[in-house]
């Protein structure tokens, strides 16, 4: 790593320059809720709001650090005190950079908290109203949070190591000093440094070659919110599919990505007719190694992506729909907290089923729906056992992490929603209230009581609004009773082959043409009944389930099956292997909870006292929280 060092004092140097000759990228001031009180930022953007971040980061994989300097840009109103979050973040030192001087400033650590971090607190020499700039020297904690270091083994191509980042919802302070909230914006510049063999990306404009020199140039020049900050380097390869589409990944699983992400173009037309021109340039999808703990995340430009979606034959893109329309619902029109994060992900959800019903029919998204009416419905049974106030919309996080709100009521029961709008004013008069939504809205924040406004302004009337129960909907438990159901086509044929299979698990039915959604379903009914261990074998042997490669009905048939006690030496092989190899959450969580459930406490903590050094942290919270 010593040729790294000696370039560091050219570097930061050369950066500087580079900083100083774009200082006048200022955004507008006009965004409302850059002063919405988010619970979960330190912030104080009415005094002191940044606007565009300029960061310069080594990558040093022996030590598993970033370090670096970061240069934030802030208007001001009277501010003696700057206020930004942080997270074990070790701060060396701290300037202001008045002309082309550059002055020492006084900083310390105010109010500490374990879920939201560290305040920040810098002192101006002076109070200050205006622009403002701040270079900030840095390191982050081997442990960020945000960050996973992955040792070559721990790749697909078990050569070189890897780091990607997962900022949402609160960990870009992990790795960046920042105002770490979705109502506050700011464009981008920043200069990697990284082991010369491997490839820096972000959430920017990206090369598609390695570098000579391990260093990589990236801009953001559309204002985003602080949890799409987002960085890779690795052994990555680069594949076009499409005039403004491309996959990145490690060089092992490059073709089959590409392939599998073929049709990324035609989705992008599709959202585009519907809802307006895609903003970002280019949409680009990095396939990370199998840790990354989401299906995906909509960092602009390049979305992140687990391997577990490459099935081999295009049966998961609906992943891919849902982070493209984050492009629009999430990326463009933010939550402005993260009490308000059905707006992101509800809306992407509607979005999503629209984008697939364009391009693969409506037989195909009418699965899709029923999937998640499924979903919705049993969460809604089990939170209201438990935690009936988080079977809101408008859920209240204050003094929570706002990761307790990532659950199926954002997604399926905001989707439903908008689905009883849909049905009530028509779609053709939904769509162009949704395609303005984004327009007004674009490049803002909006908060669920300025959607409830705008709404009422401009779609429904108070018959509407009453007929629809919107205020019950937002802001009451359980689902109301204007849910709409699906019952597509598709499923017919499912459900009478399981009536059918659970009198005789021999019955025979024609299922060559069946996707991965029908199986879904399947399993989904499956598990709601009782089987035998005899039957249970019978079943497995014949569809083979314990050995499928698709991801999602492999982790589906895991669930029911050790529900149901199936005892058998290649499953228990199966479950070790799968809980090793895969750290996406929404997989991992549900067995774990399914092996406790089932007595088997003991075998799960043994798998996951071996495994969970291989989870991100964010999975790891999660089951620390689940296996004591
Ligand atoms: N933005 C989310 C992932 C996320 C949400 C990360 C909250 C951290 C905090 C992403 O768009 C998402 O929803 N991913 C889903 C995809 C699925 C619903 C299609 C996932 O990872 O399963
Ligand atoms: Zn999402």
Redesign the pocket.
Known sequence: MNYIMKNNVLLISVFIVFITSCQNKSIEFSNANMFTKDPHSFADPKKAVVNHLDLYLEANFNEKILSGTATISLKCLDADTIRLDSYDLIIKKIEALDSKDIIPLDFNYGQNDPTLGTELLIFPQKKITGNYTIIISYQTSPNAKALQWLTPEQTNGKTKPFLFT?S??ILARTWIPLQDSPGIRFTYKAKIQAPKDMMALMSASNPTELSDDGIYSFEMNEPIPS?LMALAVGDIAYQSTGPRTAVYCEPSILESAAWEFGETEKMILAAEKLYGPYQWGRYDLLVLPASF??????NPRLTFL?PTVISGDRSLV??I???LA?SWS?NLVTNATWND?WL??GF??YF?NRIMETVYGKGYSDMLRKLSYSDLKSEIKEFMNSEPDDTKLSIDLVGRN??D??TAIA?DKGFHLLLVIENLVGRKKFDLFLKNYFKTYKFKSVTTSEFVQYLKSNLLDKQQWEMADIENWIYGTGLPENCPKVYPKRFLAVESAIENILINPEYNFNNSHWSTHEWLHFLNILGENEITQNDLVKLDSRFNFTNVKNSEILSAWLVIAISQNYKNQDFDKKIEEFLFKVG???FLTPIYQALINSGREGFAKQIYSKARDGYHS?ARETLDNLLG
Do not use: C, I, S, W
Not at 293 to 298: D, V
């Open positions: 997962q949402q919802a949890y703990p989401f299906g995906g995340m909509e687990t609906a992943l729909a849902h982070e984050h999430g994060f992101n992900e992407t959800v999503e706002p990761d709100g990532v997604y996406r959450r929404k964010v």
